[in-house]
């Protein structure tokens, strides 16, 4: 293909991955070949051609051109190399990571491990979710560079022994994507989604060398977040049920087979009809695009929001809870609702 021959010749493996467009992306990991770009397009490359040089393909040669460098005759092609900007901030975050490790660095980084650390890594994790919910775009900031702190240090633990290096984590996620994602990083041409969807676990598959559909699951996640994967994956090969009415259906059922079980005398079997009723309804949320894990945590928020209220007008009234009838809570947590309803 002369696309792959004019990548080579510009000095890029086409192997790592690259991208053909119709037009500059803002930011892409891999070399981007623009196939007979037009003279807007042009004008836009040349105004940053000093800080960002790019290749023109002409005649089928291949050179590296500034702003007033536009070559006569038609041009075949432009090539874009892959965005630097963000690896050098990220250089200047290891080099930062790796002096605090150094002999001479911080006492409390360097007696750090993978273990140790591994508290801060979820409890970033979890911060940088919680920023999200928020939706506030400052601390997500934040919060992201937070958890990008922990996995620098990670990586820079992994260098000192000679396991793996930063940039070879960053490699590897990169490749990744680029294999996974053959109609956008390769000639394929776009796709609906739901090939998409097909396509990636096929190539994750094959790329781990899994034969089963659910190995390689993670059974410490979540337990809502890990139904749901169970359910995401085995519908990609076609387990699935057609539409959310048969889903909401299984979820009556389990309900029913929870109401037989109370009159039983075998707590394990309780147990187990109430599991199956939440793994249906996390299927039925699947199917109508909620993430499950997400809706609950929203439902907390919302629920502590509300008891605020009622625990705030128990104190208003001098009582304690005890002193506090039914009644009188309903009609607390009425107003709490109706509070919330009006915001």
């Known amino acids: 293909?002369?696309?792959?021959?004019?990548?080579?010749?510009?000095?890029?493996?086409?192997?790592?991955?690259?991208?053909?467009?119709?037009?500059?992306?803002?930011?892409?990991?891999?070399?981007?070949?623009?196939?007979?770009?037009?003279?807007?397009?042009?004008?836009?490359?040349?105004?940053?051609?000093?800080?960002?040089?790019?290749?023109?393909?002409?005649?089928?040669?291949?050179?590296?051109?500034?702003?007033?460098?536009?070559?006569?005759?038609?041009?075949?092609?432009?090539?874009?190399?892959?965005?630097?900007?963000?690896?050098?901030?990220?250089?200047?975050?290891?080099?930062?990571?790796?002096?605090?490790?150094?002999?001479?660095?911080?006492?409390?980084?360097?007696?750090?491990?993978?273990?140790?650390?591994?508290?801060?890594?979820?409890?970033?994790?979890?911060?940088?979710?919680?920023?999200?919910?928020?939706?506030?775009?400052?601390?997500?900031?934040?919060?992201?560079?937070?958890?990008?702190?922990?996995?620098?240090?990670?990586?820079?633990?992994?260098?000192?022994t000679g396991v793996f290096t930063l940039a070879e984590v960053a490699e590897d996620a990169a490749r990744k994507m680029v294999y996974r994602h053959p109609h956008v990083f390769a000639a394929d041409g776009a796709t609906d989604a739901e090939t998409v969807n097909r396509d990636w676990e096929n190539r994750k598959q094959k790329e781990k060398k899994r034969k089963k559909v659910l190995e390689g699951m993670i059974k410490s996640l979540p337990s809502l977040?890990?139904?749901?994967?169970?359910?995401?994956?085995?519908?990609?090969?076609?387990?699935?049920?057609?539409?959310?009415?048969?889903?909401?259906?299984?979820?009556?059922?389990?309900?029913?087979?929870?109401?037989?079980?109370?009159?039983?005398?075998d707590p394990a079997h309780l147990e187990e009809e109430c599991g199956d009723v939440l793994f249906a309804t996390v299927n039925v949320l699947r199917h109508l695009g909620i993430e499950p894990e997400t809706a609950l945590r929203r439902a907390n928020d919302k629920f502590c929001q509300r008891f605020a209220h009622v625990e705030a007008r128990v104190q208003e009234s001098g009582r304690a809870w005890d002193d506090v009838t039914p009644d009188e809570l309903d009609t607390y947590w009425k107003e709490a609702k109706h509070l919330s309803s009006d915001k």
């Open 225 to 265: 977040v890990f139904a749901c994967r169970i359910q995401e994956k085995t519908a990609r090969v076609g387990f699935d049920w057609t539409s959310v009415e048969p889903a909401w259906e299984k979820v009556r059922e389990e309900w029913q087979e929870v109401r037989a079980a109370m009159h039983e005398a």
């Open 1 to 160: 293909m002369k696309w792959e021959q004019w990548l080579q010749q510009a000095g890029y493996d086409p192997a790592r991955g690259y991208r053909v467009t119709d037009k500059r992306p803002a930011y892409s990991p891999v070399p981007v070949l623009i196939p007979y770009p037009d003279d807007e397009q042009y004008d836009v490359l040349a105004a940053r051609a000093a800080q960002a040089p790019f290749f023109v393909v002409s005649e089928d040669a291949v050179r590296r051109v500034g702003t007033d460098e536009w070559p006569d005759g038609e041009v075949a092609a432009v090539i874009i190399p892959p965005t630097v900007e963000e690896s050098a901030a990220v250089q200047r975050l290891a080099e930062a990571v790796a002096a605090l490790r150094a002999p001479d660095g911080c006492p409390w980084d360097r007696k750090q491990t993978h273990a140790s650390l591994r508290r801060y890594l979820l409890e970033e994790t979890y911060e940088v979710l919680d920023a999200i919910d928020r939706e506030d775009m400052t601390d997500l900031r934040e919060e992201l560079g937070d958890l990008l702190l922990q996995i620098v240090f990670h990586a820079q633990l992994a260098a000192e």
